[in-house]
Every structure is written in C-alpha cells, then in structure tokens.
C-alpha cells in the first residue's frame, strides 16, 4: 500500500480536481481519488475540492457523508470488514463480529487507539460461497470459525 | 497458434480468488515448465464456473475433470498424474454430497445437469481478459448482424417479442422499455444507455459473476441498446466492491475499442458508441434507478419522484435507457438466436432463464442459471445438494432485503416472477439464501429490516421513519421485551410504507416482515407471548445450562467461557451463572459430551 498523503499537503487533491472537473458529473471520482491518496476525507480537503470547483461546501459535505465508502476520520492500519451479508449473517457472522470485537475491545466503527485497526461490518463482499468471511485490507478469510480470528489478528 | 493438447481451467472468480486461485495459476505454470511442457498446455483463468463452495476449481480438458478444493501443494502431483502421466488424481475430483457420485466429468456433476445457461453462457469457460476467445464464441456477432442487417425498431421489436424482462427486480418488460427511450424526444438528440451493476442485494453475485467472467457480452448488448434507441454514450455503474470485476470490464472496454468494436464508426457504419465506468461508493439506494442516475452526476443518490420516469428525463435530463447486467447478457443469444428459440425457455410470462445465487444453509452454494418455471426444491435439493449436518429445511429467502420468506409447504412452487409475488415475496436480483431449523425468523425480518433502515436515504417519511419504527418493534421482540398488539402494529405499519414511501427501496422494505408474519405467525407468538425463541438464537430470551447428568467435570467449558461465568470442581458438573453469562455460544461448541443446552 502507498504512503499516505498527509492533509496538509493540497497540491494532490488540486491535481485531482483539476484533472477530472471537466467530466459531467465528476465529484464522486474526485472524492474517491483523494480519499485513496489522502486515506480519508476531513473538511480541509473538502473544502479545497469544494473552492477548486466553485461550487458550495455544503454540497461536497452532502455527498461526502451519503456515502457510506467515504470516511471523514482516519482508518486504520489493518482495515478489518465482516462481511454482514445474508448469507455470511445466516452462517454466523454476528458472533465472528462479537470474537473480533472482544479481542480488541472495540465496536462496530471503531478505530483502535494505537491507529493499527479498524472493525467495520460490511455490506455483501459476494464471496458467499465462502461464508462466514472477513477480509483485512485486501485479504480475504473464509469459512471461518470462531477459534480461527485470534490466529488471523496475529498475523499483521 | 501452436496446437494444445490440454486446457486447463482455473476459476478466477471472486470466491476462488479468495480461496487461492491465482497462487494456483503461478504455480501451475512452474510445474508445466519444470516438466517442459509449457507450450503443449494451456492455462486460462476464467470467470465463475458457479460452484464456489467447492473453491478453487480446476478443469481439466480434453476431459473436463473436476477437481475441487486445490490447494498449492496439489499442483505438483496433479501435473505429474493427470498431464503427464495421463490419469486423473482421484483424490480431488469431488465427490457429490448425499449419493456420494463421483464424477469424472464435469458434465455429469448434479450441480450442473439441470442448469441452463444462456447468460453464464461463457462465464467459467473463456478467458474474460482476452477479446479473441469471446470472438471465439460468436462474440460481437449480433452487433454485427444488428448494425448490418436491422433498424432500430426490428431490434426493438425483437427484444419485445422474446419476452424479456428485467432481472434486476421489478420484472418489467426489457423491449417496452427499450421502445419507450426509442420514442422518447431529445432536444439536443443526446441519449444514454446505462447499466445497473450496482449489485447491492446482500447474498447475490450473479451480476459480478457476469462482469468477471464475460465482460464483452455486456458491452457487446449495451452498444445493441445504444443502436436500438439512438445512443451514443453509455455509463456503467459499478459497485466499488467488487475490484476484480470493475478491472476486467475495464480491460474488456479497453479491447473493444482497440478493435474498433467501440468508437467510431463500428462495423464500418456511422454509429457510434462509447462506454465508461462509473463507480458506486457503498449505498444501497443507489440500485434504484433515478438514485443511480443521481449518483453517475454526483450527487447524493437520492430517487427522484417519477414521472418523469428515465426514459423522458433519466441521466442529465436526457432520454436514459437503463438494465441491469444479466438482463443485457440476455441480449446477443437473443439477437443471433431469435426472439422465439428465446421464448420457447420458461413459463408463460417469464421467458428464458433465471440466475440465482444460492446461498446460506445448503451444501452446493454457488451460482446457477435454471429455465424460468424451475421448483424451489429442485434448486435447493437437486442442484443445490440439500441441507448440510442433516438439518431440516425451514425457508429460503429470495430477492433480498425486498424480498420475503418462503416456507417449506411451498417448494412445489414454480419459480418465475408473478408466482413469487403471489407468496409475498419477488425475484429481486436473484439472491437465495437457504435457511435451516436454527435459524430464528424474527431475527432475519430484523436483520433485513436493519440493513433497510441503515441504507433508507432519508429523503421521503415513510421509509425514513416507518422503517425506524418496525426496527423498533421487532428488536424489542428479540430482547423479549414483545408486547401483545406488536404483530398487527407491524402489519399496519408495513401497509401504509409500501403505500406511501417514494421509491422501490421503501416500497418493498416490509416485505420480509410481512413475509415472515405471513408463514411463521408462530414463533413472533413464542417471541411475544412465552418469551422464548424457538430456534435458539435470540440471546435475549436463552439460558445456557449445564446437564449435571452427562457433565464429566472436564473444565473445558470453564476454560472456554469469556466472561468466567462457568465454574466448578475437577470431575463433579460444571454450573453457568446465568448473570454473568454473555451467551456467545462458546462452551456449547467446547463441550465434548454435549452437555450444555440452550433453551
């Protein structure tokens, strides 16, 4: 994963915005670019996008808080989703929440102090055939049972 | 090309992929090469062959031997046997759940026999990263006979008469649809195709499956719809979710105008057509299609009131035509086959097939594409290999968080679009997830409810609120704290949502309340009136004890136990308190008499 771009800097959000402002219909693309380079979206950078293309704060902050993908807080490190779909929920997934959610003593949308984690449940990733499942960052864990997510924190 | 002897197939599929798959391919080719056999084999990573439980899937060609569960160190003895000694690993060809078939051949794995498939058609057996093959397969060919030999109304005309309708949810007639975006005026002449692959129904895949693993088909019927009702730009909305299929479709895109199969003046015609991704960023709503349209201009995707309905004023105000993914994979078998081979497939009012993901408690999860008119229990018993750990069947659940419960006194039912409808449920996107004895209904009408209200956008009152109510009720069911009145004040409240809220998100949101109320009246009674949940999973109303009679005094449990609720003496029975017991289940799976209870 690249380094993140720290919020001071606002030359790489100005790039962004000036690269794809003639689209129709650009804010969307230019809100999921910084927030991959910046890692997420605070109301400085929102600001800026908002001024570079003329239109109200308001209305980048409306779009930026629809979204569930958009995050105004900073993540973790080590991004963990349980997947909350139906079928990961029928095969379990509420408990492989409540496992993980004990061991780091978070909940739900929370980020650990220390920066390194953040445990979010997720919408249906579509690997249902490998229900229940979690996914850290990129990685993807399957068929999972309880006594598997110890061993999968231990990891990183 | 040099002549192959042998193909082998890999699944590259989301679910093999997070299985492995793509560790296989590698090491794979350093087998091939080891044994200096590299040219005469060939390794192709596909889409979706469908059985994704049975992840990574490989085949092998000429045979077609399937092989299920391959792990890294397999590779090297598989290479070794199968392709260069010439005899199939019998340790990993699958061997069927139930009458314990063991098929050599792909084709005679129950899973597929009664499959049908015209949108999968290539899913899981070209490579989706490479044009060539899906020219192969008669790719781009009814455009080419569309551009060539057709108007636009003989297009029209014959989406119409296949009888095509919409596989996103609501059913609606694909060539009506596609008639009135034709008929519609724009001042300016700009119109717009759109896709809907902002696939958000938790447990349903087949539109990801479609965009991984036959990436120009979409394109090929979306340029098809491009010509049909005077378009020359189309916009793909796409769940951000789903990386490896945004990637292929992007790279397909990419080919496709490489080969003049997109831009200007295709087949050597004035029309004229591009495409281009737009991507979704994790909201539900946006499925609706005046939300999407919302969302492709940036904004928040909230639905507009309709009319004007899309096909007037849709995307930028102008004329908008807009399907979803397996809905277009439908289109060019249509176009090169015709509108009546098409028709011949299916029921009276639902032509052709259906693709279902099947999910939940059932031995084959996959994906499968069965001819319209299909029983329930022919998907979940025949195809779908029935119930794992000899549970009972208790529902299956079809189109998602609009959809409903369907109990097991109705697996006779053919499914198409109207009858399932008539038993309070509906296509949807085409998830279908399997439910077993131990799975509580008032706590999936509540885990659906929860997903519906989280997602409602907030613009119109009776989904916004009418929605936080009936969460309301039904977790007050849950932690037992259910009063008498509370089913009929559910039943009043889902009335007057599905009446009044603006769009088809808030509309169809009570359905698996009432769905469930409908076929499992009972256990909202147990949950209300005897404070019990039957199939064990409300915590709220479960004492967890221990069976003095079978307890050996091991101390697993003890040790198990997270909240130090269990304690006892070496070789006497064990005892929970119950106040300190947090319920997570823990000491039951322990326990290795099976001594503990929950009731």
Known sequence: ?156 | MAYKRSQILICGGTGCCSSGAMTLVKELKKELVKHDILDEVEVVATGCFGLCELGPVVIVYPEGTFYSRVEAADITELVEEHLVKGRPLDRLIYTEKGDGHHPLSINDLGFFKTQKRIALVNCGVIDPENIDEYIAFDGYMALEKVLLTMTPIDVINEVKASGLRGRGGGGFPTGLKWQFAHDAVSEDGVKYVACNADEGDPGAFMDRSVLEGDPHALIEAMAIAGFAVGAAKGYVYVRAEYPIAVNRLQIAIDQAKEYGLLGENIFDTDFAFDLEIRLGAGAFVCGEETALMNSIEGKRGEPRPRPPFPANKGLFGKPTVLNNVETYANIPAIILKGAEWFASVGTEKSKGTKVFALGGKINNTGLLEIPMGTTLREIVYDIGGGIPNGKAFKAAQTGGPSGGCIPASLLDTPIDYDNLIAIGSMMGSGGLIVMDEDNCMVDVARFFLDFTQDESCGKCPPCRIGTKRMLEILERICDGKGVKGDIERLEELAVGIKASALCGLGQTAPNPVLSTIRYFRDEYEAHINDKKCPAGVCKHLLDFTIDPETCKGCGICAKKCPADAITGEKKKPYTIDTAKCIKCNACIEACPFGSISKA
């Open chain 1, 1 to 156: 994963m690249a380094e993140l771009i720290p919020v001071e800097n606002l030359d790489v959000v100005k790039a962004i915005v000036a690269e794809h402002r003639e689209v129709p219909g650009c804010l969307m693309q230019i809100l999921q670019e910084t927030q991959e380079k910046y890692g997420y979206l605070p109301l400085e950078l929102q600001g800026t996008i908002a001024d570079e293309l003329g239109m109200p704060l308001t209305e980048v902050y409306g779009v930026a808080t629809f979204y569930s993908q958009f995050n105004l807080t900073p993540k973790g490190k080590f991004k963990i989703g349980i997947c909350l779909g139906t079928a990961c929920y029928v095969r379990g997934a509420q408990p492989i929440i409540d496992k993980v959610n004990s061991i780091l003593g978070t909940q739900v949308g929370d980020t650990t102090e220390d920066g390194k984690w953040s445990v979010d449940a997720t919408r249906c990733i579509g690997a249902c055939g490998l229900a229940p499942v979690l996914t850290v960052n990129e990685d993807v864990y399957g068929r999972l049972v309880l006594d598997d997510i110890a061993g999968i924190i231990e990891k990183y």
